[in-house]
């Protein structure tokens, strides 16, 4: 898997210099140390990342995420210190499990309790532009601001190129394409005004190569076609 990162203000280059010019690692570790205030450490053994790629204080969004990736990436920002989060996914009832799940898995060998998050579980289908909206409203009516929004919802199928149905075809393509640029388009509206924000699609590397024996040709190019959105919004926000 690999993902893209588009993110307001910092351009795609001066990002690129800013992590080339950064310290080696040991003088990291060191800030690491010396930044953290015994008030803080008392509630912090849940994070397990370093201050550099700290998400507390921030709202979390992360579509397709009552499993798989999409969950782990929600488990990855409740480790690096995120408590305001929203799980998107289908069905709101395994969303909202999801979350139980997520937020009692983080109290395990950890100082902070269950009350100390808030995070929520949402029904949401990105295929539909309307539905990402509602879910957006949802968190921004909960959380009051969004500052990280993950596109992980899609699908995979495997036909052979000459069987694959077409309405499986426009399916997939309406989750994996539609979906992820519904869900980017509706974070820019709500992080422009707001002052910034981070916006993650979940690509793959069948955007570049052909994975074989998959007979998976909608998969691919969706994901292709995903990553080439990326850039060109990227340049208008
Ligand atoms: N698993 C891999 O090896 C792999 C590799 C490369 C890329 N990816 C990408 O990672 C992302 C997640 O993959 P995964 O392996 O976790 O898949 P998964 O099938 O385990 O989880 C996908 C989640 O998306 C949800 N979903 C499906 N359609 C949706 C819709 N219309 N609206 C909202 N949610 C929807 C599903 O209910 C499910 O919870 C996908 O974009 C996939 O293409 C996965």
Known sequence: MSSQLASRPVPALARSLALARRPPRHVVFARFQSNISPGVVAKASAVKTLPDFSMSNKVCMVTGAARGLGFE????????????LAILDLKEEEAADAARDLVKSACVDSDMTESDYSVVGIGCDVSSELSVQQAFRRVMDEYGRVDSVVASAGIVENYSAFDYPFDRIKRLYDINVHGAFFTAREAAR???????????????MSANIVNIPQPQTPYNAAKAGAYRRLLSRAEQV
């Open 73 to 84: 990436f929600c488990r990855a920002f409740v480790q690096s210190g995120c408590t305001q």
């Open 190 to 204: 709500h992080m422009i005004p707001q002052g910034g924000g981070s916006i993650v699609l979940v690509g793959s």
